[in-house]
């Protein structure tokens, strides 16, 4: 038996086997597939930190007027931020670890993403606060958040939600809104373990 087109005839036998090749190559990635996924699962153990940049907040920098605890003054997040820090927080009770320790910058955009995430475990920490219109802060704010990470041993995830500026100083990583950099800190230094970007599109 043939299969027929416009302009050739394919033997019934060599169109299975050319199918069976196909299935067999899905098959054989499907390993590889979930030993990407395993990686990012394994990454999370316990005493880690997890620092995350805010969820989308369109713009850059604060508005001229900003005041702290007004969030009317401040770039906010929109709905596309609000539905990246839902499932960030879902993301994580999808782990064998939890998340025992929030920690978040006082900016709207911050706790916003924070709570959202993570209802009821949020705990302000202004050393995590942005210093991108105020650079000569950046030694200081630096110092206090390595003092804060030589506190913390577990058990469970410290989660930190920051800003772009401080994550970079922290880390030399330019995090994309709402990515997580895993880290471990050790011997005074930061240790960079994975980048998560749970699920985004």
């Known amino acids: 038996m043939n299969v027929s087109c416009a302009r050739c005839r394919v033997p019934m036998h060599l169109f299975i086997a050319f199918c069976l090749t196909l299935l067999l190559s899905v098959f054989a990635a499907l390993p ?18 997890v620092l995350i940049r805010h969820a989308y907040a369109p713009g850059g920098g604060d508005p001229d007027n900003f005041t702290l605890g007004q969030c009317a ?9 609000r539905k990246q ?13 939890a998340v ?10 911050c706790m916003d993403t924070a709570t959202l995430a993570f209802p009821s475990q949020v705990t302000e920490a202004p050393e995590f606060n942005s210093f991108f219109s ?6 200081m704010q630096t110092q206090r958040a390595l003092a804060r990470f030589a506190q913390w041993d577990g058990p469970g995830l410290m989660v930190v939600i920051t800003h772009q500026v401080n994550i970079t100083a ?32």
């Not at 590889?32 to 880690?48: E, F, M, P, V, Y």
């Not at 709402?178 to 930061?190: F, R, S």
Request: proline share 1%; with cysteine.
């Open 32 to 49: 590889a597939i979930a030993q990407s996924a395993d990686k990012t699962h394994r990454a999370l153990k316990d005493g880690q930190i």
């Open 73 to 81: 003054t401040q770039r906010n997040l929109n709905e596309t931020g």
């Open 85 to 97: 820090a839902r499932q960030i927080g879902q993301w994580f009770r999808n782990q064998a670890i």
């Open 100 to 109: 025992t320790q929030v920690l978040s910058s006082q900016w709207c955009r």
């Open 134 to 139: 105020n650079r000569q802060a950046e030694a």
């Open 170 to 201: 922290l880390t030399g990583i330019v995090p994309r809104s709402g990515e997580g950099i895993v880290i471990e800190y050790q011997n005074g230094a930061v240790q960079v373990v994975e980048r998560l970007n749970f699920g985004f599109q």
